[in-house]
């Protein structure tokens, strides 16, 4: 840059006007803005370096500045950057140009996990192993899938990437701004299933009804488990799926299954705390949930209404797609040692 200054006063004190020093240093990266600045600047100061800047001097952001911030990222990553700022006594944007440019940390957002011990890990890893075992490459295209999930009338919202574009707050309309919540909304219990080529139709829970043994096998394996492999299968084999729930898990549950002559996951079976492996869990139900629950509903039947129609309308193709990550995402648990996978 000093070396293209000098170039143009030397032009300049030739005779040359701006236009034709930028015709002639046209080569050298030369824009219009920097040949007038420059010819001003030694027109002031009878020079080409730059005029000594007024406000508070940048902070120099030292060795020891670098160490320190890195010694309290690393007793706590959670800490306050204004608090350190303060601590440090330095200017907030300078911690935050060493924290982001020099030391190049990112700021990260916290997530909600499943609870893993090490007895759970370690049951999880073997159980994965297991299914690898047991489940051929097509065997998995057999498995019907299941669980349960609770959705109340509000509003669905991801605090994350739910935006909204606007000059100001203030031209947003209230029920675009805000979305509303209440102490207990109205609720409802959803049972449903679904396999790479089929889905059951979906089950409501009535209000007040605890699901034990015996309310899970009448109110959902009867209706739509007993005869999936003729409704869903075309009578060919398949697998039976679900978690390690009290009422999956009993022995009542269990004796009913292989009374029907029902191949299914075994309590021992399934890995535990593992909703990361259920399709149903990982995309499926939030798909439901956005699509039904786009706008809050006025009525528990509205809720309904909108379940079972976007439930219908949901595309095999996404339901397809999700199960088949299943096969992945329990080689993902395999070669993670057990450890979280997203």
């Given amino acids: 840059m000093a070396d293209a200054r000098s ?3 030397t032009n300049y004190l030739w005779g040359n006007t701006p236009t034709e020093i930028l015709k002639k240093l046209k080569h050298e990266k030369v824009n219009r803005m920097l040949v007038y600045r420059t010819i001003k600047r030694y027109k002031e100061t009878s020079g080409i370096t730059d005029k000594a800047r007024s406000g508070r001097p940048p902070i120099a952001r030292s060795i020891r500045l670098s160490k320190a911030v890195r010694v309290r990222v690393a007793r706590n990553p959670r800490r306050s950057m204004r608090k350190m700022a303060k ?3 330095i200017n907030s944007e300078s911690l935050r140009k060493l924290v982001y440019q020099d030391l190049r940390l990112k700021s990260l957002k916290r997530k909600m996990v499943h609870h893993l011990t090490p007895s759970i890990r370690q049951k999880r890893l073997e159980r994965c192993k297991g299914l690898l075992r047991r489940l051929g490459t097509q065997d998995f295209e057999k498995i019907l899938f299941s669980d349960e999930k609770l959705f109340t009338v509000e509003e669905a919202t991801n605090r994350q990437n739910d935006r909204i574009l606007s000059t100001t707050a203030k031209d947003i309309p209230r029920e675009v701004k805000f979305v509303d919540r209440v102490q207990k909304p109205q609720s409802i219990m959803v049972s449903g299933g679904v396999t790479a080529n089929s889905r059951t139709n979906l089950i409501f829970i009535p209000k007040g009804v605890k699901i034990n043994s015996e309310t899970y096998r009448k109110l959902i394996l009867e209706p739509e488990v007993k005869d999936a492999g003729h409704h869903l299968f075309k009578n060919q084999e398949w697998i039976f799926q679900q978690d390690s729930a009290p009422a999956h898990a009993s022995n009542a ?5 292989r009374g029907q002559n029902i191949k299914f996951l075994s309590k021992t079976g399934w890995p535990p705390s593992s909703p990361d492996l259920n399709p149903l ?9 956005k699509r ?9 039947a509205s809720l ?15 339901l397809r797609a999700a199960v088949l990550k299943f096969r992945t995402r329990i080689h993902s648990v395999v070669k993670n040692k057990s450890g979280y996978i997203e």
């Fill in 292 to 300: 039904a629950c786009a706008k809050p509903h006025k009525s528990l």
């Fill in 87 to 89: 601590e440090l006594e």
């Fill in 281 to 289: 869990d990982y995309s499926v139900w939030g798909n439901l949930e």
């Fill in 7 to 9: 170039k143009i006063i």
């Fill in 304 to 318: 309904l209404n909108a379940l079972t129609r976007e439930w219908n309308n949901m595309p095999q193709e996404d």
């Fill in 253 to 257: 549950t269990q004796s009913w299954l």
